[in-house]
């Protein structure tokens, strides 16, 4: 029963922690299917969006959910401000350009970071109201903490699938992301969907930060976590907003398993290992569409 129970909460852990890759990933594939761009510095809005919240909690002395949504905001407008200063500039440009410009963001937000006065290079950490709380079933025990991941994670899902599914705006993004030239002749803005698309994936990916701080604490290079999102995203499919959350759930999984039940240092490993395996044999990953272009 004892092995039971902690298989079960691993695996719970796991599934908390790959809803947080998962969302970071969905960041990924969400200015990807629109711009065909790749943002590198996803992985830092997470950075920013936990280090806001620490701000407006410790300082502003916010509740948790007033900063949490203050955060969003925040993020929405930093996402939308990136877009239009440094990324519709370069449009038209080779595709390398923009990427190596995204890559040189994240490295600019960690120094930023480490150079606010409040902020710099240690561990800060805050409280929330699922801090020190758990669940308890017969005897499975499982922290609030990862709970509320899980829950946020499948509501957050909800709002942007009803988004997507019955908005206006909603449609065009979809409809771009499908074609840009068609989505242009029914009379889509192709510039305002691309600032929307950053604008949403700056707000996930603060949320992901938010929602990671009680685990990992928050700190300068929480933005790394980026590494093991971008092969979440490429694992499901890197054009699927599904495959984005599958993928994330995968890694976490078998990150979790990895670290409890085999030895040190394969739970860095496994999840690259499970993605080897599953691009020899669907190349395009599991919810994704195979292309094939005429030479």
């Known amino acids: 029963m004892n092995e039971v129970n902690e298989i079960v909460q691993t695996v719970l852990s796991g599934v908390a922690i790959g ?17 065909e761009v790749i943002n590198f510095a996803q992985g830092e809005m997470m950075t920013i969006g936990a280090f806001l919240t620490y701000t407006f909690i ?3 002395h916010f509740p948790w959910w007033a900063a949490l949504l203050v955060t969003t905001l925040i993020m929405m407008l930093l996402g939308m401000a990136l877009e239009r200063v440094l990324l519709r500039p370069l449009i038209g440009e080779p595709v390398f350009a923009i990427v190596m410009l995204t890559i040189g963001l994240g490295y600019f937000i960690r ?8 902020w710099g ?8 109201p699922f801090t020190d709380k758990f669940i308890k079933s017969g005897t499975v025990v499982v922290s609030w903490e990862h709970a509320a991941i899980i829950l946020m994670t499948v509501l957050l899902i909800l709002i942007l699938f009803s988004f997507f599914r019955f908005t206006r705006m909603g449609v065009a993004m979809r409809a ?4 840009q030239l068609a989505a242009v002749y029914m009379g889509v803005s192709v510039n305002r969907v691309f600032s929307l698309t950053w604008t949403i994936s700056a707000a996930v990916g603060g949320i992901a930060g938010i929602l990671l701080s009680p685990i990992t604490f928050v700190h300068m290079n929480m933005g790394f976590i980026g590494l093991k999102a971008f092969p979440a995203a490429v694992l499901g499919g890197f054009g699927s907003v599904p495959g984005a959350i599958v993928g994330g759930l995968i890694i976490g999984v078998t990150e979790s398993l990895a670290g409890v039940y085999l030895p040190i240092g394969w739970k860095d490993v496994a999840a690259w ?11 395009e990953g599991i919810f994704g569409i195979q ?5």
């Open 19 to 35: 809803c947080i890759y998962g969302l970071v990933a969905l960041g990924f594939v969400l200015i990807y299917k629109a711009t």
């Open 273 to 283: 290992i499970i993605l080897i395996a599953v691009l020899i044999f669907r190349p």
């Open 111 to 118: 120094a930023f970071v480490s150079m606010v006065p409040q």
């Open 121 to 128: 290079t240690d561990t800060r950490g805050f409280h929330t």
């Open 58 to 60: 410790n300082f502003a």
């Open 176 to 179: 771009t992301s499908q074609n």
């Open 291 to 295: 292309e094939k272009k005429k030479v």
